[in-house]
């Protein structure tokens, strides 16, 4: 068959011999394997070649048919400091679907070949068929200050009828970027568009934006090296590089260490359909086989390059996130050595434990130990207090006996007097319930461990495979001002997550400076530290300051790669904060009926198990939300009965019985109000916040399961904090200066901190497309965004909310118990 072919091009050819010569034999060769492969010349028959010098910028008007061929001729000089595009358009004038054209173009170190008219296939392999195309040639390298180069454009077709088309091949005298220009040009499914971009000296790195104002047709930006072939139609522009869907905006960080050759092309293809973009879906075709009009599908693109950050700016935000944390230790010490200094002038006590003379502390013991005594004969002396403490280190467990002495007073009686103070519910031995409050922070501290590894190795695997794949819609970051630094793609949200580890690790030393301060005055037989004040247990305080590590940790993990996916690790030790900080208020009045360990984080590890269900099953489902309704619902009643009832109450086969008697008897027989007013006041606006939201929840079915469910979480807990301040100023007592201050610096954090958070940058509920409309420069020393400065005042906020719950009963380090009121 070759042989045959050899034959032909001599017997038959109509040009000149030297224009046989210029191609040269590897070209001659490619003919006659394409006429074998496309089947166009069987054994024993001719073809009518016709070879054509052609000319840039002429419209050739032709016809083609199973008998003739047509090779079109041309040369340009290629200049090593000038880069020239080279642009193929055609038109076919007639419908041939069943036998398209096929166009050859044979160049150096490249073959480009395509079919008019273009079948394009989309979901569910619709089809859409395009008779103008519009195909920029690669520029191959040369090594020459200057060189000819000639490239062939064959025209052939199985088509027995003549088909009419028009060729045109011109320059495109813009064809490199410059740096900082606006470009704009119009682009289309079969007239895809790229050009070239140069790295200039002393520039590393560049952010390539590409901006649009029309949402649709969806487009997808590409960045890849220089080489042939260049990958620029709908169906492989993914095949190399980096690449993204795009509607409005589109935004790619390249470095120059990712392009050997100091420059890459920017490509820019119109998808056949609207889907990725999140654009409306198109009817399926009646028959497999049926053509679907695509329609005017062109959108003007406007494609600017600029010069990303120096590694002066990294630094910079490095140092500036690192000082603004710091400052926090400086200011600690700073407050740490003026108490020092305003002891030390005997202005106040180190502590609420330390007084001015020994002789002082045992005239206040005296006092204490005659005042005091709130159910006989509970008095002890301080020879029995320090045995106590001294048993303390012995293996006790609180679920071994009951530690309250119901030969003095029975529980179910002391819990269920109409007014109860402190004392009442503070009867349980000390070191059984340090022991039950410290296993809050090593479940905690376990928990995190076990959950952070996998998530640490699935985010990597995550970058690992953008980086691998370069498809950059596989994670959400605001691309206009994502910083890489290394392997990591937005270095730059990472960082700014250091604040939750620097402030947690912070407080967790208060707590512990607190926390040997106490303990020495229990060594010492304080009686202010024995019997005075809310009753000191520091082990929810250490789990709330891990939780606040683990959530900076977890935070960076989830900005590696952001999506819907893993979600969950940002939004999980929130709820555990949340939860924590719920039963701190809760266990600051109530220390001996306060939950355990494992039923709190039992209870926690259900709602991440809902909060996982939520975004995968939750967008739309209704019956989803109804079952979530109905659980949030009976979850709120059976905590308010829990509560209201301090814990003395059982949930067994009778509780329905005993509903309705008491129903019966306080309702409808005497019709008498609740006896615990204030309990009922809280837990009735528990029940009205939790009920609305979970109607709203039924009713709007949110796409982002997870912030609803936090917003339940936060809500609730700003409930409980407002309703435990105002009784606390209702019951006679104050808020100390320094917890003042936290309350107010703190509230004006978190407002500015929820302004930058409402900012949405980017979002997974929609397409990668969609979300990109949303991605906003810089606005912070050009390194950090809206996001990373929530996340510096969301880290310093919730550092000032645990100093809060740390520090505002500190008035009552010198109350008596008894005179403490319970609410």
């Known amino acids: ?18 224009c046989w010569i210029r191609p040269g034999l590897t070209a001659l060769l490619w003919l006659c394997v394409t006429q074998f492969i496309c089947g166009s010349e069987a054994v024993g028959e001719t073809k009518n070649v016709v070879q054509k010098d052609a000319e840039f910028d002429v ?10 061929q047509t090779i079109y001729a041309f040369n340009h000089t290629v200049s090593r400091n000038k880069t020239e595009g080279v642009r193929v358009s055609v038109d076919v004038l007639s419908q041939g679907f069943e036998s398209p054209i096929l166009f050859v173009v044979r160049q150096k170190q490249a073959v480009l070949s395509f079919q008019v008219p273009l079948i394009l296939r989309g979901l569910y392999q619709r089809k859409y068929p395009y008779n103008h195309l519009g195909r920029t040639l690669c520029q191959p390298p040369t090594r020459a200050a200057s060189e000819t180069q000639y490239f062939f454009v064959d025209v052939s077709t199985l088509s027995s009828q003549g088909t009419n088309y028009q060729l045109r091949v011109s320059r495109v005298e813009s ?25 200039p000296d002393g520039v590393d790195t560049v952010i390539v934006k590409v901006n649009s104002d029309m949402t649709f047709p969806c487009s997808v930006m590409s960045v890849q090296d220089i080489q042939c072939p260049v990958y620029d139609l709908d169906n492989n522009v993914a095949f190399i590089g980096m690449y993204q869907t795009m509607t409005k905006k589109g935004a790619i960080t390249v470095q120059r260490k990712d392009f050997p050759s100091n420059s890459f092309y920017v490509v820019v293809v119109v998808k056949t359909e609207d889907e990725a973009c999140g654009g409306p879906l198109r009817f399926y075709p009646l028959r497999p086989d049926e053509l679907i009009d695509a329609g005017n599908r062109t959108k003007v693109i406007d494609v600017v390059v600029s010069p990303a950050i120096n590694s002066e700016v990294y630094v910079m935000g490095m140092l500036f996130c690192l000082g603004i944390f710091l400052s926090f230790y400086l200011l600690t010490l700073l407050v740490l050595g003026a108490i020092y200094v305003r002891v030390s002038t005997g202005k106040t006590p180190a502590s609420p434990y330390e007084y001015g003379s020994f002789g002082n502390l045992l005239l206040r013991r005296d006092s204490l130990l005659f005042r005091l005594s709130p159910l006989p004969p509970s008095e002890r002396s301080l020879e029995s207090v320090g045995r106590s403490r001294q048993e303390s280190l012995s293996s006790v467990e609180e679920d071994d006996y009951d530690t309250l002495d119901d030969i003095d007073s029975d529980k179910n009686i002391v819990r269920t007097k109409k007014f109860l103070c402190v004392s009442d519910l503070a009867r349980k031995d000390k070191r059984i319930l340090s022991k039950k409050y410290q296993i809050y922070f090593w479940n905690i501290a376990t928990i995190a461990v076990f959950y952070a590894l996998p998530v640490i ?13 370069g498809n950059q819609d596989i994670c959400f970051y605001n691309f206009l001002c994502a910083h890489p630094l290394g392997a990591l793609s937005a270095f730059n949200n990472l960082l700014s997550n250091l604040g939750y580890v620097m402030l947690g690790l912070l407080f967790l030393l208060i707590v512990l400076k607190r926390d040997i301060v106490h303990n020495r005055a229990l060594v010492r037989n304080d009686l202010n530290a024995l019997e005075c004040g809310i009753p000191k247990h520091f082990g929810l305080f250490y789990a709330m300051g891990t939780a606040l590590m683990m959530e900076g940790l977890l935070s960076a993990c989830y900005h590696v790669c952001p999506n819907y996916t893993n979600f969950q690790f940002d939004t999980s030790f929130m709820y555990m904060i949340a939860g924590l900080c719920m039963l701190k208020l809760y266990q600051k009045r109530h220390p001996d009926i306060n939950a355990s360990a494992y039923t709190a984080y039992a209870c926690l590890a259900a709602v991440i198990f809902f909060s996982v269900l939520g975004v995968v099953f939750g967008k739309g489902n209704m019956v989803f939300w109804i079952v979530f309704s109905v659980i949030h619902i009976l979850a709120t009643l059976l905590l308010s009965t829990q509560l209201y009832y301090m814990g003395r109450w059982r949930f067994d086969s009778g509780v329905l019985r005993r509903i309705v008697y008491v129903i019966y008897t306080d309702c409808i027989r005497q019709c008498s109000g609740p006896m615990y007013i204030d309990r009922m006041v809280l837990l009735v606006m528990g029940n009205i916040v939790n009920w609305s939201l979970a109607a709203y929840g039924l009713i709007e079915r949110p796409n982002d399961f997870a912030s609803y469910l936090l917003a339940i979480a936060i809500c609730n807990l700003l409930l409980y904090f407002a309703f435990y301040i105002i009784m606390k100023l209702r019951s006679g007592e104050r808020i100390k200066c320094l917890p003042l201050v936290c309350i107010l610096f703190t509230a004006v954090v978190w407002g500015f901190a929820l302004y930058f958070f409402f900012q949405g940058l980017s979002t997974w509920q929609k397409t990668p497309a969609e979300s990109r409309e949303h991605n906003r420069d810089c606005i912070l020393l050009s390194f950090f965004d809206d996001h990373d400065i929530w996340h510096f005042l969301s880290s310093i906020a919730m550092f000032g909310s645990f100093l809060v719950l740390l520090t505002m009963d500190d008035d009552l380090d010198t109350v008596q118990r008894d005179k403490i009121f319970v609410f």
């Open 59 to 68: 419209t050739y008007n032709d016809t083609v048919t199973s008998e003739n």
């Open 175 to 199: 064809f490199t970027l410059q740096t900082d220009k606006k470009f704009s040009f119009t682009a289309s499914p079969s007239q895809p568009q790229y050009f070239k971009y140069v790295f």
């Open 457 to 469: 190795q699935l985010v990597i695997t995550y970058q690992t495979v953008v980086n691998v794949t």
């Open 1 to 18: 068959m070759l042989r045959s072919c050899w034959k032909s091009r001599h017997k038959k050819s109509s040009g000149p011999a030297s």
